[in-house]
């Protein structure tokens, strides 16, 4: 019978692993500590002291965790010491060490508190991933080691964002690959729960950095959070939502030293109460490419699209408005220039990009069963007085791409004229 448990295609109580524990297991507590948590001596001991109460309660305890405080960013500044264009892994090999620090930190604060602990990297915590450096998946999850730890009663603190591939490479797994390792340990356990605490009270109806009259979301769908996730909500990663989904595992976004009860994160209810706004989020660093040429289109646009996914570009939109025209948003800080130089030249095509875009999305369930939603966001974008390049909705998104100067102005209106600053109670 083979000893590992296959994350992403199985409910981790369908055909269990042999890990000694029943599962879905309430006796096991998985939770991750961002690096914002972590950022000095005097956090780490204030969750080990955290931790250490929830081992007095007789919880198996398995913590998974990010570097400490800007550690990550510091480790990318570092190489680029080295090499202008750092190879990707050796690149990995550095950046991993951010979580490992973290990990054996943790464990150090733990022990000096009584408490039994032990770090261990992705790697020797049975994770095992697939792709390329920096944007790893995980393939399959072996917890054999991480149970036999906490059958001897210590608490297990995993360095996340990391595991080995099939040959035995490091590989990261981008950024917030941290909450998707949580997730997927908690779905390999058999818990039904997975905490995951941060530097702010659960989700909010938007970033309070910039609404102060945000209001708390005490549960949401994961269709719902993944798009809040996706569009620039980055109180969780959209990997974990959707991973936490195809696995049964409810996710708890807690505040890491504050209590409260926080946001969950779980299935929808069967019976839908009709048309709702969420919340509001935003994403900086959008820019728009347009790339022009006389009968771009006219061999089909399914060509030009394939050309487009294969060039590694993802849009967020398009929009072509006549044979000779395609637009479309990309959103991240990446280098852009090259890669559309490249499709340009292979489309024969001119080009252009568009900078200093943001987007702003108005995100909740059955948003286009209320026509009143979408008059709502182009009433409140066009009292801004600015021009809208590209809109895109669905049913539980519509977002609209504006100046990023005005995006904070267009978070705080939407906010209010969906009636989002009072409790959800008093909204229905």
């Given at each position: 019978?083979?000893n590992?448990f296959?994350?992403?295609e199985r ?10 524990f ?17 950022a ?26 990010s ?5 990550t ?9 080295f090499?202008d ?5 050796e ?8 979580e ?15 408490v ?7 790697d020797?915590?049975g994770i ?13 999850i072996?917890?054999t ?19 080995r591939?099939?040959t ?14 949580a ?6 356990l ?15 109806t ?7 009259e ?21 109180v969780?990663h959209?990997?974990?939502?959707e ?12 505040h ?15 019976l ?12 900086r ?11 771009l ?52 095509a ?5 900078e ?7 995100v909740?369930t059955?948003?286009?069963d ?16 600015v021009?809208?390049?590209?809109m895109?909705?669905s ?24 009636g ?9």
């Amino acid at each position: 019978m083979k000893n590992y448990f296959d994350v992403p295609e199985r409910r981790p109580w369908e055909d269990a692993p042999p890990t000694g524990f029943d599962g879905p297991d309430e006796g096991i507590v998985v939770r991750k500590y961002g690096g914002s948590s972590l950022a000095t001596p005097e956090l780490v001991h204030g969750v080990a002291q955290e931790v250490a109460g929830l081992v007095r309660t007789g919880k198996h305890v398995v913590v998974v965790v990010s570097a400490m405080g800007n550690t990550t960013d510091e480790l990318v500044a570092l190489a680029g010491q080295f090499a202008d264009q750092p190879d990707p892994r050796e690149l990995d090999q550095m950046m991993a060490t951010g979580e490992q620090l973290s990990a054996a930190a943790l464990a150090l604060a733990l022990t000096r508190r009584g408490v039994k602990a032990v770090s261990l990297s992705g790697d020797q915590a049975g994770i095992v991933v697939g792709g390329e450096p920096g944007s790893g998946t995980i393939v399959r999850i072996d917890p054999t080691r991480i149970v036999e730890r906490m059958r001897d009663e210590q608490v297990v603190v995993v360095a996340g964002f990391q595991g080995r591939d099939a040959t035995g490479e490091l590989l990261t797994l981008g950024r917030g690959g941290s909450d998707t390792t949580a997730v997927a340990l908690a779905a390999a356990l058999g818990s039904p729960t997975c905490d995951i605490c941060t530097d702010v009270q659960g989700v909010r109806t938007a970033d309070p950095r910039i609404v102060p009259e945000t209001q708390p979301v005490p549960t949401i769908a994961y269709e719902v959070m993944t798009e809040l996730a996706h569009h620039g909500a980055r109180v969780l990663h959209p990997r974990s939502v959707e991973l936490a989904e195809r696995h049964g595992v409810s996710v708890r976004v807690l505040h890491s030293s504050r209590p409260g009860p926080g946001t969950m994160v779980e299935a929808a209810e069967p019976l839908e109460g009709g048309p709702e706004v969420i919340g509001v989020a935003h994403a900086r660093d959008v820019r728009q490419v347009r790339l022009m040429g006389p009968r771009l289109l006219a061999g089909g646009t399914a060509r030009v699209l394939a050309r487009l996914a294969a060039s590694g570009l993802r849009p967020d939109t398009l929009t072509w408005p006549d044979p000779d025209v395609l637009w479309f948003t990309v959103r991240g800080s990446a280098p852009l220039a090259g890669p559309v130089r490249e499709l340009a030249e292979e489309l024969g095509a001119h080009w252009e990009i568009d900078e200093d875009l943001g987007a702003v999305s108005v995100v909740g369930t059955g948003l286009l069963d209320d026509p009143g939603h979408l008059s709502a966001l182009l009433r409140v974008v066009g009292e801004l007085g600015v021009t809208v390049p590209t809109m895109a909705t669905s049913p539980s998104r519509l977002t609209a791409v504006l100046p990023a100067d005005r995006l904070d102005t267009a978070v705080r209106a939407l906010h209010e004229a969906f009636g989002l600053n009072v409790p959800a109670e008093a909204r229905r």
